[in-house]
């Protein structure tokens, strides 16, 4: 029996004689083939060494890919003879990209000389008027590649490049590649250069500091001084330039300079400072700020505003606070979302009225929801217990906490969905240890008055009973301390970095967008003032607590019993259907099945994915399946499929087989992806071999992922068969793509093993 290293080894000379065909088609496929196999043989490097002369240049531009990725220092001779007489610029830019891959010391020189003869532009073939053309790329890589290589030699003669006018358009490149190769001396050059230098050139080497992140002291001085004249240039080219440089510098003066040119005439320097200025480490950034908002107006209360939330300086949250409350809606959005970023719970208050305001842009009242998240563990960690005579601390903050829950408790049930859904997943944010409860609670639709929001009981944290006393009637106490309902948050504190708070974010765009399209569809109806109100008030509560119960690792057999009966609904039930797919949950298992039956392809198409979430499947679930794999609708058959990929035996392998030879391609590609060593067949190596030659090719990648999942190497020889077979020439492509992917993916999965 021939191993697989050794069907690899045949494949690899096939693919090597290949490279002798007209076809140039096949010549380039065979040659992404061999790079995919990592084929560094001597005879497989000396034949792609010599198809660097191919009269083709799409060949050649490949041939020089794949000597690059494979790395070898054989070839280094052979690409430098392309970047010095290639006439097509493509194909000098890869050998140059190349040889930075292959990062040896024989190349130095060469391209040295490459750089200096401006990448040999009279060997363009175009022979177009353009100013920079494919010569200036091969400059580019070139200056890369010396960069990888890295010598005392390349370090000069980047610095004699920086010193000719000539190459001024390269400047850029060879400040970059010059701090890599000498970052010790690249300082002091660049501080000369700047001052003998050109606008042109100062511009080149301010931006070029922006990436220097070492000085000596006496550098530091130097450098301060001259970004100190820069930032106040009457040229705004220099000032924007300057500004990368300047925020990283850290110096209070400077750090004020920057702040006060928010107010710059020129609008690229005033976005240039918006992004580099909460780099500014100066402690006295905050307190500048603080003096520069009094008197500032939109936009510019806006940008400084969102720099204080970026630096996070808690000192700042009571300094914004009041703009909560401005006029200006762009100003009140900066300011919620600034405070989300503050440490403090000074602006509560604030938060909770923003976001009881349904007037309020649905923006700006998410921002408020994500703060009061961070601010109610804020307000945990400050309760204390008071000493004798002092104000009972610890009550009033419990106090507030009590009206944060209580907001988001109301907001749950507001009549914009966003907002509503952004409520529900930060009361699981605040409780992560209790999100069952609070989601089964709404899950049941039960909407908490306002006169007593706070559904979920908290209590004195001043006041820990000993869970070992036990009360006179031997009962169990309903209550439960705060520190047991309040674990911390994962560490940002934003919803971002929790699993339920994940699936909000990746939601939010649609329930934006689907917020909208209800609102738009009231106001084109004719409908009774009444019906109205009674859909925009109606609560979308149970729909948010069915989705978020999908992210949690399992539920209770209570509550997906209460998902079950609660899939009769129409409104609920495609809701609950992704949700029992997400959790995997098999006590869903029989609701998905009868759903499959259900006369609402929608919801038969859900049911479908969801099953092909299951881990396992009942044994009826098979008869209903193979029901659906012979359904006259294609999307349905496809779906049918998906749970096969976890059913082996028999009858699995009948449908399979069958879908391989279905008519519709996504059909076949979704029974390619099912396939396993418990569902396949005898047949099935020759029938994903046929797969490959139809439909276009377009399956040929993933029967060949099937195949070499299967083990079935064999396959090898068929597909060298039809390669060899000159009468067959339209399908070499297709065969030599597929024979890569047999043994690609098997290699890769040997280096993981």
């Not at 597909?719 to 009468?727: K, M, R, Y």
Request: glycine content about 6%; overall charge negative.
């Amino acid at each position: 029996m021939v191993t697989m290293i050794e069907q690899r080894s045949r494949a690899v000379t096939v693919l090597r004689e290949v490279l002798d065909r007209d076809n140039s088609l096949s010549r380039c496929n065979a040659l992404r083939a061999l790079q995919k196999l990592d084929a560094v043989d001597a005879k497989t490097q000396n034949k792609l060494a010599s198809m660097l002369m191919d009269p083709d240049p799409d060949v050649r531009v490949d041939t020089a890919v794949a000597l690059g990725s494979l790395g070898r220092e054989e070839s280094i001779a052979a690409l430098l003879k392309n970047i010095e007489g290639d006439p097509e610029g493509e194909v000098r830019i890869q050998a140059a990209a190349a040889l930075g891959h292959i990062g040896k010391i024989d190349a130095l020189e060469p391209l040295i000389r490459c750089i200096k003869s401006e990448g040999y532009p009279e060997l363009d073939e175009s022979g177009d008027d353009m100013e920079f053309g494919a010569s200036w790329e091969v400059q580019r890589q070139a200056l890369q590649a010396l960069a990888k290589i890295g010598s005392p030699d390349a370090t000069e003669a980047v610095r004699q490049i920086l010193q000719d006018e000539n190459y001024d358009y390269l400047w850029e490149d060879c400040y970059r590649v010059l701090m890599k190769l000498d970052p010790d001396g690249s300082n002091r050059f660049l501080l000369d250069q700047y001052q003998q230098g050109s606008v042109d050139t100062k511009r080149n080497v301010l931006r070029a500091f922006g990436q220097v992140s070492r000085y000596s002291q006496a550098e530091h001085e130097q450098l301060r001084r001259i970004l100190a004249a820069a930032l106040t240039a009457q040229d705004s080219r220099l000032r924007r330039d300057a500004v990368g440089a300047a925020a990283k510098l850290h110096d209070s003066g400077i750090a004020r300079t920057l702040a006060v040119m928010l107010k710059d005439s020129d609008a690229e320097v005033r976005q240039e400072v918006l992004e580099h200025l909460a780099e500014n480490e100066s402690e006295e950034l905050p307190e500048i700020l603080h003096e520069l908002i009094e008197d500032a107006v939109p936009p510019h209360l806006t940008r400084l505003v969102r720099l204080l939330g970026l630096r996070g300086n808690a000192s700042s949250g009571d300094r914004i606070r009041g703009l909560l409350q401005h006029e200006d809606e762009a100003v009140c959005y900066a300011t919620a979302e600034a405070l989300a970023n503050l440490v403090s719970a000074a602006a509560t208050d604030e938060m909770l009225q923003l976001v009881s305001d349904s007037n309020a842009q649905d923006l700006i009242r998410l921002q408020a929801i994500r703060t009061l998240v961070v601010t109610f563990h804020i307000i945990e960690e400050q309760v204390e217990v008071p000493d004798a005579g002092e104000e009972d601390v610890g009550e009033v903050q419990l106090t507030q906490a009590e009206e944060v829950i209580a907001a988001l408790e109301q907001a749950a049930h507001d009549s914009s969905e966003s907002v509503g859904l952004r409520a529900l997943s930060a009361l699981i944010e605040i409780y992560p240890d209790r999100a069952e409860q609070i989601l089964a609670v709404h899950l049941e639709g039960h909407q908490v008055p306002q006169e007593n929001a706070a559904a979920i009981p908290i209590v004195d944290i001043t006041e820990r009973e000993d869970p070992s006393e036990a009360d006179d009637s031997g009962e169990q106490a309903d209550t439960i301390t705060l520190e047991e309902l309040l674990p911390s948050l994962p560490e940002g504190g934003g919803a971002e970095n929790s699993t339920l708070g994940s699936i909000y974010h990746a939601v939010d765009l649609e329930e934006q967008e689907a917020t909208q399209t209800v609102e738009d569809a009231v106001e084109e109806e004719s409908v009774d003032e009444s019906e109205v109100a009674a859909q925009s008030t109606a609560s979308k509560a149970p729909v948010f607590a069915i989705r978020l119960l999908g992210g949690l690792s399992s539920v209770s057999e209570e509550t997906m019993a209460a998902l079950v009966k609660l899939g009769a609904e129409p409104e609920l039930r495609q809701e609950i259907i992704r949700t029992i797919g997400r959790l995997g949950d098999t006590r869903g298992l029989s609701f998905l099945l009868d759903t499959l039956d259900s006369d609402d392809s929608d919801d038969r198409f859900l049911a479908l994915d969801a099953l092909g979430e299951m881990p396992q499947l009942a044994d009826g679930a098979t008869d209903i399946l193979e029901r659906l794999s012979r359904d006259e609708d294609p999307t349905v058959r496809e779906k049918a499929l998906q749970p096969f990929a976890s059913i082996e035996g028999g009858r699995a392998a009948e449908v399979v087989a069958r879908a391989l030879t279905d008519e519709d391609v996504h059909v076949c590609k979704a029974a390619s992806s099912v396939l396993n060593t418990g569902n396949c067949s005898e047949t099935t190596d020759e029938r994903l071999v046929q797969l490959m030659l139809i439909h276009g090719g377009e399956l040929r990648s993933d029967s060949a992922r099937a195949l070499s999942r299967l083990g079935y190497y064999g396959a090898a020889e068929r597909l060298t068969e039809i390669i060899n077979d000159e009468s067959r020439e339209e399908y070499h492509w297709i065969c030599i793509d597929a024979l890569a992917e047999l043994f690609a993916v098997q290699s890769t999965n040997e280096a993981v093993a």
